[in-house]
């Protein structure tokens, strides 16, 4: 009896052993093939009962990571999907392994006709030699071929996956589709070919202008002044004054002709810019005008004015402008008072601190007959007047061109005036333009 039961005993101890780890042995083929399900009862607190709990625990962390991976491959695929750019992932062979959405629109071929297929098929024959070995690509034009054999213009950019030990596993290839870059390029170029073509007719217009409409003028203005000298009993009063009115009509075409053509080489003149002493060319033009000063009996007053980088010609032209401006419409009771003065503008004005920019403010202000603001506007148009041709001498032209310099070197001119009062002009010039060429 005794005997029996020793050996029910060794038994029943050899189940209680044997069976957990015939569990766990079973648990771990099921697990190696993928099952991760599987979850062994824990029936002790002994050593079989804590490897079975760490069992327990280590397939739970593997469903954990399962279900993140899962998770990540899926956040990774909608936004491979969600790309603009085309995406092509290679293997090391260079053979597609992985494409998003806009791969498959932008070639014309179905997810399943493009995996699988050699980078090079897509590559036009000019492009080959890119395609071989060399995958650090970045910013590259090239053209793809697509199904229906168009070439594609794109901005190719590519890199190698590499493993721990540095070898290229894969590539990852990004394409953007630049057809609208090169259309808007080839615009370009036949745009400026255009106006290349325009401005050497104009050019010549201007030749033109100088020369041969000129010439006719002044034979004009030149016998008129012959027929006066010599005929001037025979015609009478009224032939002389038919000759004075068709003078004065050819001197202000003269005009006008002149006029044009500065307006038109300001618009034409090629950027110059260097560094000009503003104080040195209001000094210049003054002395120009002295004459003019002395019969107006003008005061002008020059404030300290810095130095800018600017096309010296043009500058010239429109302090002449302005100046001569305020001087012809000055008030025939009051001698004219001019004031010019300068300031630096920084962070502050509609048109400063732009790009980080700095502008200089110039300021011409007179006592003369103004104007109303509400054509503010208007007095910078060409051909534009406020008052009549008999009034005041000119064409209308000055404002305009003061203008366009202004706009020649990226600034900006306007005016604000008082009826019977006076007027003032601003000029905002910048400063520098090393960071605008």
């Known amino acids: 009896a005794s005997v029996l039961f020793t050996v029910l005993v060794a038994f029943f101890m050899n189940r209680a052993l044997t069976d957990p780890l015939n ?30 709990a760490s069992f327990n625990k280590m397939v739970k962390d593997l469903r954990e990571q399962k279900t993140s991976l899962v998770e990540n491959k899926d956040y990774v695929d909608s936004i491979i999907a969600g790309m603009a750019e085309t995406l092509l992932v290679l293997d090391s062979n260079g053979n597609i392994r992985t494409v998003n959405n806009a791969a498959c629109e932008l070639l014309g071929y179905d997810e399943q006709e493009l995996v699988g297929m050699d980078i090079n098929n897509l590559f036009t024959d000019d492009d080959d030699e890119h395609s071989s070995h060399d995958w650090s690509y970045r910013n590259h034009r090239l053209s793809l071929k697509a199904r ?21 596993t894969g590539i990852v290839c990004v394409a953007q589709d630049i057809s609208g870059l090169k259309k808007a390029e080839k615009e370009l170029r036949e745009n400026a070919l255009r106006l290349e ?27 008129g002044d012959r027929l006066r000298e010599k005929y001037a009993d025979t015609v009478g009063q009224q032939g002389l004054n ?19 053509l500065t307006f038109s080489k300001v618009t034409t003149r090629e ?4 560094p000009v002493d503003l104080s040195q060319v209001a000094r210049e033009v003054i002395e120009d005008l002295e004459v003019y000063i002395e019969q107006q009996r003008a005061v002008i007053d020059i404030g300290h004015l810095s130095s ?44 400063s601190g732009k790009n980080g920019r700095e502008f200089y403010e110039l300021t011409f202000q007179d006592n003369g007959i103004g104007f109303n603001d509400k054509y503010a506007d208007r007095i910078f148009a060409v051909f534009q007047r406020l008052h009549g041709k008999n009034e005041y001498k000119g064409t209308g032209i000055g404002l305009s061109i003061c203008r366009k310099i202004a ?15 006076g007027a003032a002009f601003t000029v905002t010039l ?4 090393l960071a605008q060429l």
């Not at 002994?46 to 079975?52: H, K, Q, R, V």
């Not at 213009?153 to 540095?166: E, I, M, Q, T, Y």
């Not at 910048?430 to 333009?433: K, Y």
């Open 242 to 260: 038919y000759i004075e009115r068709m003078q004065r009509s050819t001197r202000r075409m003269q005009t006008l002709i002149d006029d044009l």
């Open 23 to 52: 569990n766990l042995v079973a648990a771990t083929r099921q697990v190696s093939r993928g099952d991760l399900s599987i979850e062994i009862p824990i029936n002790s607190n002994d050593e079989i009962g804590e490897l079975s």
């Open 407 to 421: 706009e020649r070197h990226g600034g900006t001119i306007s005016a604000k005036g008082v009826p019977g009062e």
């Open 271 to 274: 950027k110059e810019f260097e």
């Open 308 to 351: 800018i980088d600017a096309d010296p010609v043009l500058i010239r032209q429109l302090f002449q402008n302005l100046i001569g401006n305020s001087l012809k419409f000055s008030r025939a009771d009051t001698p004219p008072s001019i004031r010019v003065h300068g300031t630096l503008v920084s962070g502050s004005g509609s048109d």
């Open 148 to 168: 229906d054999e168009t070439r594609i213009p794109v901005l190719f950019s590519s890199s190698g996956l590499r493993d721990k030990d540095g070898n290229i």
């Open 197 to 223: 073509e325009s401005n050497s007719e104009l050019r010549h217009f201007l030749h033109i202008a100088s020369h041969d409409l000129q010439e006719p003028l002044r034979k004009v203005i030149v016998f």
């Open 430 to 433: 910048p400063v520098s333009h």
